[in-house]
């Protein structure tokens, strides 16, 4: 089937669910089967302007072959003469990113944020193993699936190792490890400091290093200056601690983050 040639006919465009930098996301629904989708719209003007058809490839090349609960599905791509239309898998919750917003104080409490990166660093596990880093984990590009399973989407940012970044760096740099805040080459490792960053945000309910000014923001990741609420568990205090290493040799991998005593916590 993923051999089949789509186009705009197949489908009955919905509402949009949102906008991107480069084009906005319709809800959609496959006309034969029913089957409701997210149809991810890009102006080829501004893909070429931005001179980022590379990445563009590369997210479709990437994302089109990966199969695992915790990463957004796409299941086919097509372009007519302005635009490229992503097929992708719709899920139904939003971005962590807006679910956060609506929370009292912009957190979850320990359980749901165990919850949640413990989806983040299985998929991220099966992203390693074949070689592939994400390089822009960050609530914006997570998605919250049916019953609130959380999906990696967005691999416009992501890379098969090893690689030195060319791109310059937009938007937030909340989240960007000090290697690549420096523009060094980097690895894997800078998906497990974005796991550390991100674990501190939907417990603290903010990013570890934020300032409204970003060169305080870049003072403070390459210091790795960061302070811990005294409302947050120990285990989750030492979990956050094993991530946010400057040395991304000495981040603990993986394999051993899945069995740490903080994400045993949602057992239930
Ligand atoms: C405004 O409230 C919303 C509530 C739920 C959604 C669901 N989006 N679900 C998606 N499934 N597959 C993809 C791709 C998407 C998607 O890109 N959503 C998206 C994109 C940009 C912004 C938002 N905004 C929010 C609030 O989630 C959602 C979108 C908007």
Redesign the pocket.
Known sequence: QSRKSWSLVNFDIGRP??R?KFGN?YLAREKETKFVI?L?VLFKKQVAEQGIEHQVRREIEIQSHLRHPNI?RMYGFFHDEARIYLI????????LF?ALKNQPNNRFNEQKSAKYIKCLVSALSYLHEKNVIHRDIKPENL?LGHDDQLKI?DFGWSVHEPNSQRTTLCGTFDYLSPEMVQGNPHSKTVDLWSIGVLAYELIVGSAPFHHDEYDITYRRIMNVQYTVPNFVSKPAVHFIGSLLVFDPKKRMPLSQLINHPWLKFDAK
Do not use: F, R, S, W
């Not at 992708?88 to 971005?95: I, M, N, R, S, V």
């Open positions: 669910l949102g991107g996301v997210a991810k957004l992708l898998e719709y899920a139904p919750g939003g971005t807006n998605l989407a």
